[in-house]
């Protein structure tokens, strides 16, 4: 009989009012809503909103939807998850431990979606050019069987009022969780929309939306 403790479940981390504006379960979206339909995400379409796929080089899954809005850059990818418990609460603790492995630092702060990570970054600088870092905010919302991380960069980790935007993006956003069965922690398949193109050639695929 083995003696290793099983981890306590962690509750669930959304905004008290989630199912009523967001992030929504498919079941709580609007639906008359014009929609993008990316597989495990709906996108609401809107005026300067530019829609990325990001591509999985040798497979060409898709395994990130990049959203740029209001000088911004949201990232946000839709993961299976456990009915009753949360995921975000460990994922961002190791979210956490990779960036300081990477000489980043971050801390804890309550956001309008919950508990978020900011954090900032070694980015890479050119030759002879002093370190450089880049501020970024790690978000994420437990909701019915389902997980939904996204990262906030530009303007909208810096500045209050393209945060806001921002922030109200990543609310819009529509998870399709679907009821095949999924372990914890999988990536909810993406996928282009349909009658959609994109350059073979190119491994982030480029839409407007």
């Known amino acids: 009989m083995s003696d290793e403790i099983e981890p306590e479940p962690q509750p669930k981390s959304a905004p008290a009012d989630r199912a009523l504006n967001g992030p929504y379960d498919e079941a709580e979206a609007n639906a008359v809503r014009p929609y993008v339909d990316l597989g495990g995400v709906k996108i609401v379409p809107r ?5 990325r796929l990001e591509v999985e080089e040798g497979t060409g899954r898709v395994v990130a939807v990049g959203l740029d809005f209001a000088d911004s850059s949201l990232q946000v990818q839709p993961f299976a998850a456990p009915r ?19 000489g980043g630092s971050t801390r804890v702060v ?5 508990p978020e990570l900011l954090a900032q970054i070694p980015a890479q600088a050119g030759p002879g ?3 450089v870092s880049r501020i970024a ?5 437990d909701g019915p ?15 209050p009022a393209a945060a806001a935007l921002v922030e109200e993006l990543f609310r ?10 999924m372990p914890p922690r999988d990536l909810i398949p993406l996928h282009m929309p349909q009658g959609a193109t994109a350059d073979p050639g190119d491994q ?3 839409l407007e939306a």
């Open 172 to 181: 819009s956003v529509v998870v399709v969780r679907g009821s095949a069965p």
């Open 137 to 141: 905010r790690f978000v994420g919302v």
């Open 84 to 102: 009753s418990s949360g995921l975000w609460h460990e994922i961002r603790d190791q979210i956490q431990q990779q960036i300081l492995s990477q």
């Open 129 to 131: 050019q002093p370190p």
């Open 47 to 51: 005026e300067g909103l530019g829609l």
């Open 204 to 206: 982030q695929r480029y």
């Open 145 to 159: 069987r389902w997980f939904l991380r996204g990262v906030i960069s530009g303007q909208g980790a810096v500045d």
């Open 110 to 114: 309550d956001g309008p979606l919950g």
